[in-house]
């Protein structure tokens, strides 16, 4: 039976508690100890049981409870210390890089599809979500002026639990964002703020709500109100749920609807950094914008949102990128082409690898890679792959130069390390750990920690973890009602103080969950080893429709009920931000075996290193960058394999012979004072090394340097006089475009003889002929390097040219020189391409011209 009225009672906060108030709204608790601690007082259970959400926990914690505390001294003045320092670093606008603080009108807008940033909020999946959430954090530790703009999922990501037979089950539990540290948005007359976006003829109307991430602000939208159909309604049900149909729809709202809500809300913005292709849409709605308000053409347009865009692609699987039919696209875009001034047709080409071609789909990597001038892979090798991937796009440049760099993840170190281990860092780094994690100064200062106390806050922290996994492997088999032998067995299953390795990251196949379980008999002896056993934890969700990854799980799970395994190997369901944080402080060893190159980044292994865990892993991702004798250990050399069956035998042989002999004997391996140096001196050398590289603060200073500053100087240059700048380049890209048929390196010259030696002066001419266009609006370089057995370049650096003189008109030498500082077997070519000091970069328009 339903109600005729619905209402809601909640405690009365206390006068001497209104702080609370304010510190449950602002998402700064998660990286703060002493507000989390603040909120495991008010009532430890009711703390876990909320998912760590400190506003249900407020709403829901007994009238009694509050009053006791009102009366607390002890409590009432860590309230006060910890809203203090809320206070403070609210109020701070210093920069500790910029020269201290950040230029004017200098604002970005940030685009992901997916946030994890508390684990109260469960609108992410996986390593994208973190990496976004983690960027927020650092904008705002870092003071960089900085808007997150994403969806608000009414379902969110799924909850994980097994059936008997370890097979996956899903649970979706509806968002109460009332219930949740955000807040609905209203305009000065209490009116909702709400935006539309056109679905097929119909608006989709939807709301806005604000989460405060320190302080930088994250804007999700909410398609679930009344006014809205059904079926529309449900745009942001689910976190990557439904078909493609529902998956562009969604895009339309993030992109489309997220440019028009920080229009709505008169947020000015420099730059606009595009997450994956889900947001790639946001580029075609801020050409829009512009057109309408200033009355740009849609070339004029397009240089202002190209020259000032970044795009950051995360995956390196051609499957991971969204394509969508040319009819889905034609129905939701119609009118829209219109409002951009330009064609279907036109629309459709920019999201293709071959523009013309009618079958292929709209890909949105493509249509962000055409419409922003900064690109990037999420690591050195993913960059190397994103340039092999989408070439094409770029068909006259070589595979070397595609507009893709690198800037590699980090993670948000005070998110993740344990507030025991914060305590360490306090103690013998200083504050600089949290406050400048990337300097490679502060983190010498680990030399400082003792041997034995960096253990044995260890030694508590793995002691923790394995009374955590306890707990809940109880509470998942009582769940499925298991036998008493059975829980009996849970709550003693692995042993505090012995060597534990965890795998714990979502079941995508290319992870290969069961590489371990390649040998069973031979897994069998390294668990069982008489002097030197290994226990290890596995946790991880397969995506709903990923049959293959579900059966990894339900592999493993089967182990786990094996006689040798029994209480050595466990499964933890439900692997999300909580467990991550008890799995990565816990840990001694970080296992990591993906498929190389198909892990993008990777992050998790971070947390881990920072918490001073050892990582085992594959030299894919951020671990190919990192790895160095002494910080870790590597999986074979780097290999890539074209036969899956010979890479998992060669791997798992790899894997199991550091766990027969390095890594157990370097772990019990103890002195007179029971101390395993060499493990200590390995968990020191990686704290040094990683700490500092690979942290969110870093990132985000690579971020602002390469992408956000540059781009942010081009919008002023490009909008100055009411977009002068832009009218002027919008026009010359035009003419270019019409023009560069004509243009032609003719005859490229140079005076070699014989063999060279090495440091001698190489004189180049070439004749070119430009036709319309000017030397002045090109840019000629001398393009040299090694050749390999095959004739091709395998490396180059390029050489400027400079116009000579004018031999007829429109045909001009150029002149350019270089030393010989490479011996072998060398090459050289002439390229010719369009420059304007307002583009992003001289690859933005795609076109070259060879000699
Ligand atoms: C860090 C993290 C990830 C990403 O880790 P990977 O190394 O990319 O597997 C995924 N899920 C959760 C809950 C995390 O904390």
């Given at each position: 039976m339903r109600p005729t009225i619905s209402f809601e009672v909640r405690p009365k906060l206390p006068p001497a508690l209104e702080p609370l108030k304010k510190l449950a709204s602002n998402l700064w608790f998660v990286w703060n100890p002493e507000a989390q601690e603040l909120w495991q007082r008010i009532d430890v259970d009711l703390w876990r049981k909320s998912r760590y959400n400190p506003v249900a926990l407020l709403n829901q914690v007994h009238q009694e409870r509050l009053a006791s505390l009102a009366e607390d001294g002890g409590f009432i003045a860590q309230m006060e210390r910890a809203a203090s320092q809320l206070s403070q670093y609210m109020s701070t606008d210093y920069c500790p890089f910029l020269g201290g603080r950040a230029p004017e009108n200098f604002t970005v807008a940030y685009f992901s599809a997916e946030y994890g940033m508390a684990n109260c909020l469960p609108i992410y999946s996986g390593g994208l979500g973190m990496l976004s959430g983690d960027h927020l954090k650092s904008a705002s530790d870092l003071n960089i002026p900085l808007v997150g703009v994403g969806l608000a999922y009414r379902q969110g990501y799924f909850t994980q639990y097994l059936d008997h037979d370890g097979w996956q089950q899903e649970e979706y539990a509806a968002n109460d964002f009332w219930n949740m540290p955000m807040k609905l948005l209203h305009d000065d007359q209490g009116q909702e703020i709400r935006i539309s976006v056109d679905i097929e003829g119909r608006p989709l109307i939807a709301r806005a709500w604000r989460i405060d991430v320190g302080r930088v602000p994250l804007y999700l939208l909410d398609s679930g109100i009344e006014e809205n159909p059904p079926d529309l309604r449900d745009?942001?049900?689910?976190?990557?749920?439904?078909?493609t149909q529902m998956r562009i729809r969604q895009e339309i709202l993030l992109g489309i609807g997220g440019v028009r809500l920080l229009d709505k809300l008169g947020i000015t913005y420099s730059v606009i950094h595009m997450n994956e292709g889900h947001s790639a849409f946001a580029a075609l709605e801020r050409i829009r914008l512009l057109r309408q308000k200033h009355g740009l053409n849609f070339d004029q347009a397009r240089e202002i949102v190209r020259a000032t865009g970044c795009f950051t692609t995360h995956t390196p699987v051609p499957a991971g990128n969204d394509y969508f039919d040319t009819d889905l696209v034609r129905r939701h875009f119609q009118g829209y082409v219109g409002e951009l001034g330009i064609s279907m047709p036109v629309l459709l080409g920019y999201g293709r690898v071959h523009p013309t071609d009618q079958n292929e789909p709209l890909c949105m990597t493509v249509l962000a890679l055409r419409l922003s001038a900064f690109n990037n892979g999420v690591s050195e090798l993913h960059g190397q792959v994103s340039r092999q991937m989408w070439k094409d796009v770029w068909p006259h440049f070589p595979e070397e130069d595609v507009p893709i760099g690198h800037i590699t993840n980090g993670v948000h170190t005070s998110t993740w390390i344990n507030p025991d281990i914060a305590y360490l860092y306090n103690r013998y780094l200083g504050p600089g750990w949290m406050e400048d994690p990337d300097s490679d100064a502060v983190w010498q200062g680990v030399d400082q920690i003792p041997d034995s106390e960096l253990w044995q806050m260890h030694e508590r922290r793995r002691a923790q973890m394995v009374s955590e996994v306890r707990q809940r492997l109880v509470r998942q088999f009582k769940r499925r009602g298991g036998s008493a032998r059975e829980l009996a067995v849970c709550a003693e299953s692995l042993r505090p103080d012995r060597l534990t390795i965890v795998f714990a990251r979502r079941f995508a196949t290319y992870k290969r969950a069961v590489l371990l379980l390649y040998d069973i008999d031979r897994l069998a002896a390294i668990v069982n080893h008489p002097e030197r056993p290994v226990q290890f934890i596995f946790a991880g969700k397969a995506h709903p429709k990923d049959n293959e990854g579900k059966e990894f799980i339900r592999r493993i799970v089967n182990l786990t009920h094996d006689e040798r395994f029994r209480g050595k190997i466990v499964f933890v369901e439900d692997y999300d931000m909580g467990l991550a944080r008890y799995l990565v402080q816990g840990a001694d060893v970080w296992l990591n075996n993906p498929r190389r190159p198909l892990e993008a980044c990777g992050t998790s292994g971070m947390k881990a290193a920072a918490n001073g865990a050892l990582n085992l892993s594959v030299l894919d991702g951020w671990w190919a960058e990192a790895f160095q004798p002494g910080i870790g250990w590597q999986i074979g050399q780097g290999e890539e394999y074209e036969d899956e069956g010979v890479q998992n035998m060669l791997e798992a042989g790899a894997l199991y012979r550091l766990l027969e002999n390095d890594v157990p004997s370097m772990f019990y391996y103890r002195d007179d004072q029971g101390l395993p140096r060499e493990w200590i001196k390995h968990m020191k050398n990686c704290l040094r090394v990683v700490c500092p590289a690979f942290n969110s603060h870093r990132m985000v200073e690579d971020y602002v340097e390469m992408a956000y500053l540059p781009g942010g100087l081009r919008y002023a240059q490009l909008s100055r006089d009411d977009f002068a700048g832009a009218r002027e380049l919008g026009g010359w890209v035009s003419m270019v475009m019409e023009n560069w048929s004509q243009v032609q390196v003719q005859d490229v010259t140079s005076p070699i003889q014989g063999p060279l030696t090495w440091g001698q002066e190489v004189e180049v001419r070439a004749k070119v002929r430009l036709g319309q266009l000017t030397p002045s609006d090109v840019v000629c370089d001398i393009y040299t390097g090694q050749l390999g057995p095959f004739g091709l370049f395998t490396d180059r650096r390029t050489f400027g040219m400079q116009p000579e003189s004018e031999i007829e008109p429109g045909l001009w030498l150029f002149k350019g020189s270089f030393a010989c500082d490479a011996t072998g077997r060398m090459g050289l070519r002439v390229r010719l391409a369009p420059y304007h000091a307002g583009l992003g970069s001289k690859y933005s328009l795609g076109l070259a011209a060879w000699g």
């Open positions: 745009i942001t049900f689910q976190l990557y749920g439904g078909d």
